[in-house]
């Protein structure tokens, strides 16, 4: 379903909404005409129908989520009993007004009520955990007070009036307001992240009804306290009103289930509306129940004028109250709006960033890979095919080195250029190295070997200058590793090392430590360090700092430690490259790379 149809949607049903409302409302201004018995031709089927209506709306709802394994289908399995209980108390009221002649308190009805409560509650609880995280200290402590400022003056009344009644009575006329209160707590929360959550048009409703009938609920508590109660009293109205929304919150949720839209979604599921929920379809109907509540409660003080003056001043003065807590509500938000605004704009210009920076550094490793492929590929043949040619190069170089004494070459200029062709040599086989340890895939060979005895072979193979020292730490360990592939790490890090200090000399220090299961090795060199701004950059295939290198070095290395399962790090001040990589290093464990 595309973003217009949803709107489209929504903007059709808030005026059904509205037709609704203003229909029940219309229906309900015929009272001042009507006697009670003429006027219960009216009431008690609206206390019926719109009830009952609800019910079924929940009650499929409630199971299509559950045939869909909605994690929400709980919740409204809790809401169906919830409108069950008022639907069932509602009939109790009115067989009691007008079968039975009689309105005793408590009765049956008070107890379905009441009963209702806490269904309603884990209701909303359940349906506000996507948003647990997101609920802060301030928001919690803004509800609860603006709900105790509903609870403290209702409260404060009730038990005032059933002062010299039975505990019971008393116990059942205080929990009304109690109960009120506490499921107004939620309610607004609900409210209030409207405004910050990629919430739906049907939750709003459905917030909505709950707000409603809280406040019916309070003011309903103050005209029977003063006995002014009638039916058709605006306070009836604001119930329906409350039924209404309920059902037409539902109709959309089911609507939306038809169409494919909500699937595993939870209530905060998005249509892309996020701040235009509630300036589209919130304020407006807020502002049109308000409306159509203060007409009706000035229609009905000039028809009731004589009999119920008092209770009509206070219903208007809790009208002009709940005005200025929603006020104070809406202005709380508003204010934080605009800055609510701004963070989500800055919000989504860093992820906007940072997904330009990821898609560019993606591609910039594809493009490397694709290149890196391509040079492997070919490195590795002209590598293959370079290594006969050097070995017999090589194989004739020493051969010259040493031949009789009768044999052997004097002229010095000679020897000087054997020993250029023979170093010349070494450095094109360690280069076709590099190249062919890292294009190469091939697995572990695992054997356990002394660690020095390992350092002490590599070291026999490279030429090391004179002007330059190697110690090895006298502790020896023993681990299970790939000779060959371990070889060429030591080597390649000891002739970076001697290379990093050519000309004054230097020393280089092998130290070797255990660390739990692990084993430590720490090359260290007494050259200038590497540049800060290629130090992390160093482990990456084709960078170099030499003018004459492959890049492909520690690249390899960093392949090799990583198949044996360990990590390779570096740092100056000294240049120390740490090499740790597990001591018993099972065939099983073995990682191809």
């Known amino acids: 379903m595309s973003q217009p149809k949803l709107k489209t949607r929504d903007t059709g049903s808030l005026t059904f909404v509205l037709i609704a409302l203003i229909g ?16 219960a031709w009216i009431s008690v089927p609206s206390y019926s129908i719109i009830p009952g209506i609800l019910v079924v709306f929940a009650l499929v709802l409630a199971i ?5 394994k909605h994690y929400q289908a709980k919740a409204y399995f809790l809401f169906v009993i919830g409108v069950s209980c008022w639907f069932v108390a509602e009939q109790l009221w009115a067989a009691y007004d007008h079968i039975w002649e009689g309105e005793p308190f408590p009765s049956e009805a008070d107890a379905f009520y009441i009963a209702a409560y806490p269904f309603l509650f884990a209701f909303l609880i359940i349906s506000l955990k996507p948003a647990r995280k997101s609920i802060s200290k301030n928001v919690l402590f803004f509800a609860i007070a603006l709900s105790s400022a509903f609870l403290i003056p209702s409260f404060s009344i009730t038990f005032s009036d059933m002062e010299g009644e039975l505990p019971f009575d008393t116990a059942v006329a205080l929990a009304y307001p109690i109960a009120s209160s506490v499921l107004l707590v939620p309610a607004i929360i609900g409210i209030m992240f409207l405004f910050k959550l990629e919430t739906n048009y049907s939750w709003m409703l459905m917030l909505f009804g709950f707000i409603a009938y809280i406040i019916a609920d309070t003011f309903f508590l103050f005209v029977i306290v003063d006995g002014s109660y009638y039916d058709g009293h605006p306070t009836d109205l604001v119930y329906l009103y409350s039924f209404i929304l309920f059902i037409f919150s539902l109709s959309n949720r089911l609507k939306s289930l038809d169409e494919k839209t909500d699937s595993k979604q939870t209530i905060f599921y998005s249509e892309k509306i996020k701040f235009e929920t509630i300036g589209k379809f919130g304020v407006p109907l807020t502002l049109i129940i308000v409306s159509m ?21 206070n219903f208007m003065f809790g009208i002009v109250a709940l005005l200025g807590v929603f006020i104070v509500l809406i202005a709380t938000i508003n204010k934080n709006l605009t800055k609510l605004v701004h963070m989500r704009t800055e919000e989504l210009q860093e992820q906007k960033n940072n997904l330009e920076n990821l898609v560019e550094e993606k591609t910039h490793e594809l493009l490397k890979q694709e290149r890196l492929s391509a040079i492997g590929d070919l490195s590795g043949r002209l590598a293959h095919d370079l290594r006969n040619p050097l070995s017999v190069m090589k194989m004739s170089v020493d051969l010259l080195s040493h031949q009789p004494d009768d044999k052997k070459i004097s002229d010095p200029d000679v020897l000087k250029r054997i020993e250029l062709i023979d170093k010349s040599i070494t450095r094109i086989s360690h280069q076709v190295d590099d190249v062919l340890e890292y294009v190469r895939n091939s697995p572990l060979k695992l054997s356990n070997l002394s660690v020095h005895e390992l350092l002490k072979n590599s070291i ?29 790490v030591f080597i390649n890090l000891i002739v970076n090392a001697i290379q990093a200090m050519p000309d004054s000399g230097g020393k280089i220090t092998i130290n070797i430590s255990e660390m739990n299961d692990n084993v430590k090795l720490e090359f260290s060199d007494s050259g200038d360090g590497i540049p800060e701004p290629a130090i992390h950059k160093i482990f990456e295939p084709l960078f170099t700092t030499k003018q004459k290198g492959t890049g492909l070095g520690l690249a390899s290395c960093k392949n090799i430690i990583e198949q044996h399962q360990g990590i390779i790090s570096v740092k100056n001040n000294p240049t120390t490259f740490t090499i740790e990589i597990p001591r018993l290093l099972s065939q099983e464990a073995k990682i191809e790379t």
């Open 460 to 488: 026999e193979k490279i030429n090391v200058p004179e002007n330059i020292e190697i110690t090895i730490s006298d502790k020896d360990v023993n681990i299970n590793c790939d000779p060959v592939k371990i070889d060429a």
């Open 64 to 68: 299509k989520l559950k045939r869909m």
């Open 24 to 39: 029940i409302t219309l229906i309900y201004q015929l009272r001042p005409f009507l006697d009670d018995a003429q006027f």
């Open 293 to 313: 509540i203060v007409i009706i409660s000035m229609i009905h003080s000039v028809y009731f004028e004589d009999e119920e003056t008092f209770s009509l001043q």
